[in-house]
């Protein structure tokens, strides 16, 4: 059964860091592309970043890129995404997902696997 955990999830005042992790079970980590999404209260759900563990190629959404930094370990088959200088308008629920195949444009579409979320909320 394919599960994914997403935990380190918090409250943070702007201009802050948390790191998430994403613990991946039941499928062949480096075979499968894992993604970070969030989403805000009211809003839809965004894709923030992503990375194949196989080969580290990674790929980052505008709000993400200069902030955020993903990474893998494939030893323990988890995805991090580090996130720092955070904003008021971070604060979403973050959720990682897996979809089979190497980083690839569309980066943040078609995943077929999710897990449960974790929220942030960075205050002002």
């Known amino acids: 059964e394919v599960q994914l955990q997403a935990s380190g999830g918090g409250l943070v005042q702007a201009g802050g860091s948390l790191r998430l992790s994403c613990a991946a079970s039941?499928?062949?980590?480096?075979?499968?592309?894992i993604g970070w999404f969030r989403q805000a209260p009211g809003k839809e759900r965004e894709g923030v970043s992503c990375i194949g563990p196989s080969d580290g190629t990674s790929y980052y959404a505008d709000s993400a890129n200069g902030r955020f930094t993903i990474s893998s370990d494939n030893a323990k088959n988890t995805v991090y995404l580090q996130m720092n200088s955070l904003k008021p308008e971070d604060t979403a629920i973050y959720f990682c997902?897996?979809?089979?195949?190497?980083?690839?444009?569309?980066?943040?579409?078609?995943?077929?696997?999710w897990g449960q979320g974790t929220q942030v909320t960075v205050s002002s």
């Open positions: 997902a897996a979809r089979w195949g190497p980083t690839l444009l569309p980066y943040l579409e078609g995943y077929d696997y």
């Open positions: 039941g499928f062949t980590f480096d075979d499968y592309t």
